[in-house]
T-cell receptor
Framework: DTGVSQNPRHKITKRGQNVTFRCDPISEHNRLYWYRQTLGQGPEFLTYFQNEAQLEKSRLLSDRFSAERPKGSFSTLEIQRTEQGDSAMYLC???????????????FGPGTRLTVT | GQNIDQPTEMTATEGAIVQINCTYQTSGFNGLFWYQQHAGEAPTFLSYNVLDGLEEKGRFSSFLSRSKGYSYLLLKELQMKDSASYLCAVRDLNQAGTALIFGKGTTLSVSS
């Protein structure tokens, strides 16, 4: 396994359009996280899945954002009616809750850079 | 992360030692993490502290005092490749479950 992968790596869209990003976690990891990072800031938590269940969602997350993990493997993050303020790097991370693993360690993907014009 | 404070920038020279401090406030503390992030790349895990004390891993060490809400990352024998952003993060079970709450990061510049 080569780690967490994300697609696309870059996305340019016009304001008002919908966009969808995909994250493929490390195969044996059951936990998957979405974060957003803007320039000069640390990553900001958006939402978290354990298997297919969405267990946590940031209070700051607009209802234009939705995430799914239908089979407990890959996840998608959709942003509807994009705004210029949505321009950021969207990072996905995964970890394992299995006994005997370093369950605290989150492995990050390379991110999808979104630019809304 | 509004509850996590760390210096914005630090500079140091090759071969030196640098200490990056982090203070935090949580209601459900469940671990403190340090990540390294080079420009344009994803964060990579450096260290994890959940109990008080010092964790050493090669040139990097991390310290935690839960009663003071304080941690530091110590980098020894600095190399040019250590120039990066260093992110302090906490896991607060009352805020975001097992997700991480990050500080804004400390940009470290290492010069020769």
């Amino acid at each position: 396994d080569t780690g967490v992968s994300q697609n696309p790596r870059h996305k340019i869209t016009k304001r008002g359009q919908n966009v969808t990003f995909r994250c493929d976690p490390i195969s044996e990891h059951n936990r998957l996280y979405w974060y957003r990072q803007t320039l000069g800031q640390g990553p900001e938590f958006l939402t978290y899945f354990q298997n297919e269940a969405q267990l946590e969602k940031s209070r700051l997350l607009s209802d234009r954002f939705s995430a799914e993990r239908p089979k407990g493997s890959f996840s998608t993050l959709e942003i509807q009616r994009t705004e210029q303020g949505d321009s950021a790097m969207y990072l996905c991370a995964s970890s394992s809750s299995a006994i005997g693993t370093n369950s605290y360690e989150q492995y990050f993907g390379p991110g999808t850079r979104l630019t809304v014009t | 992360g509004q509850n996590i404070d760390q210096p914005t920038e630090m500079t140091a020279t090759e071969g030196a030692i640098v200490q990056i401090n982090c203070t935090y406030q949580t209601s459900g503390f469940n671990g403190l993490f340090w990540y390294q992030q080079h420009a344009g790349e994803a964060p990579t895990f450096l260290s994890y502290n959940v109990l008080d004390g010092l964790e050493e891993k090669g040139r990097f060490s991390s310290f935690l005092s839960r009663s003071k809400g304080y941690s530091y990352l110590l980098l020894k024998e600095l190399q040019m490749k250590d120039s990066a952003s260093y992110l302090c993060a906490v896991r607060d079970l009352n805020q975001a479950g097992t997700a991480l709450i990050f500080g804004k990061g400390t940009t470290l510049s290492v010069s020769s």
